[in-house]
């Protein structure tokens, strides 16, 4: 069984901040986002016009292709940033390296850092906060009401189903398994699923010891994953997954990247989507 999210948007722009003619508003401040999920919210709230740069982990929307990319929100590079010469950056609080941020106040450049992990009230601290710095706080109020609603309505009639599930992370040859503390983990507990390695934290390799100990109902992997597995035929047949019972009885569910992984915005979809994938398993597997 496959279940598919929006197409992947990936920019190709590099690590460096790329020539771009995109401006703001006149009269509005030039803004600088870095980390995809908050890239996310600042469309959501209806101020991207106000965008004139981003980091690679924004893909979404279509429209930050054509925005100046200005590495990764992990390594940022504090001169890329600054030749954009904004008057306002976004940013995770898991932007780096240690002293970047505080080289861009020491620019004049206001910087608001934003609570970036992957849970409801964390999701509504970065879009009050980021609607506050954007002055847009109405918006705000209006997309956490939203998403509330949203969310609200997917858990009513919903059940906890014994299916243990397992989240599949690897953007390289090596496959990782989503443990808690990730946005894959608590999407995956929203939609009503059991994550089949509870109690631990974050990403870990992929081993036949730890796939045989999880016996995980049902695998969601991601579009890049699979790409990165050399796809769907070659990844269901390593050893550590042929034997699960996902794989034996087809339970897979393939989502975009950037929408199982951001924890944003659009995270009513994403829990939608396993919803769906959950309401056509059987209740007893």
Known sequence: MM??????MRADHGGGAAVSGASAPEGQARVVSLG?????IVYALGAGSRLVGVDVSSVYPAETASLAHV???????????????PALVLASDQSGPDGALEQLRSLGIRVEVLPDQPDLPALQARIEQAARALDCADAGQALVARLQGELSQLSEGGRELPQRALSLVAHTSTLLMAGE???????LALAGFRNAIPGQQGY???TAEAMAAAAPDMLVVTEMTVQAQGG????????ALA??????EGRVVVMADDLYLTFGPRLPQAVAQLRQALVRMPADT
């Open 3 to 8: 279940a598919r999210a929006f197409p992947g």
């Open 36 to 40: 995809g999920g908050i890239t996310e």
């Open 71 to 85: 590495g990764y929100y992990r390594n940022v590079p504090v001169e890329g940033v600054a030749a954009l010469r």
């Open 181 to 187: 503390g990730t946005a894959a983990h608590a999407t």
């Open 204 to 206: 870990k390799p992929v």
């Open 232 to 239: 769907m035929q070659r990844m269901l047949a390593l050893p």
């Open 243 to 248: 034997a699960t019972p996902a794989v034996r």
